[in-house]
């Protein structure tokens, strides 16, 4: 069974940082996309970030120059670094990981929240 496991969210002030870490297991995602998405109160469900098997990103215009997203592919981890957090960036965060042979196959995180208040 596949598993991603997420962790660090939690309440910061505008302007602090939070890194939140991705932990796969029960498939190898090492040649497939890894990523971030976040749903905040009342929106939809938004990409963030993600990540190629190649250590290519994309990040929303939202957050370019804020956040940063890595992996380990070696631990088939995905990170996401959010630097100077603002109230918008409140929301649940999903790890996402694709993996693709003949079909694509697409798993998710529990989600971990964040809140950006003072």
């Known amino acids: 069974q596949v598993q991603l496991v997420e962790s660090g969210g939690g309440l910061v002030q505008p302007g602090g940082s939070l890194r939140l870490s991705c932990v796969a297991s029960g498939r190898d995602f090492s040649s497939g996309i890894m990523g971030w998405y976040r749903q905040g109160p009342g929106k939809q469900r938004e990409l963030v970030a993600d990540?190629?098997?190649?250590?290519?990103?994309n990040y929303a215009d939202s957050v370019k120059g804020r956040f940063t997203i890595s992996r380990d592919k070696a631990k088939n981890t995905v990170f996401l670094q959010m630097n100077n957090l603002k109230p918008e960036d409140t929301g649940i965060y999903y790890c996402?990981?694709?993996?693709?042979?003949?079909?694509?196959?697409?798993?998710w995180g529990q989600g971990t929240q964040v809140t950006v208040s003072s």
């Open positions: 996402n990981a694709v993996v693709r042979t003949i079909y694509t196959y697409q798993y």
């Open positions: 990540i190629t098997s190649g250590s290519s990103t």
